[in-house]
């Protein structure tokens, strides 16, 4: 099975993947930075947490699959 990726794509999109988590967590920071008045707000920062987790898992495997797609086994 291979997914026809050149090592520069599969590079390319690993940084896609990294730049995103940065942004989720950048949310995160900015979040955690604003007055904690409302009841929303807990919630509001897990729901970006998780979904960074969720992101960054899905990132590995993407990563993984485009490493064994270039590997000459």
Same mark, same amino acid.
């Given at each position: 099975?291979? =997914?026809?990726? !050149? ?5 390319? +999109? #690993?940084? =896609?993947? +990294? ?6 967590? !950048? ?9 904690? !008045?409302? /009841?929303? !707000?807990? &919630?509001?920062? &897990?729901? $970006? ?6 992101? /960054?898992?899905? #990132?590995? $495997?993407? +990563?993984?699959? /485009? #490493? ?6």
């Amino acid at each position: 099975m291979s =997914y026809n990726l !050149t090592e520069n794509q599969a590079s390319q +999109g #690993a940084n =896609y993947a +990294g730049r995103a988590m940065n942004a989720f967590q !950048t949310a995160v920071n900015i979040d955690n930075q604003q007055p904690q !008045t409302e /009841g929303t !707000t807990f &919630w509001f920062r &897990w729901f $970006i947490r998780v979904v960074a987790i969720v992101t /960054g898992i899905l #990132a590995m $495997i993407c +990563g993984l699959f /485009g #490493a064994l797609s270039v590997s000459p086994f």
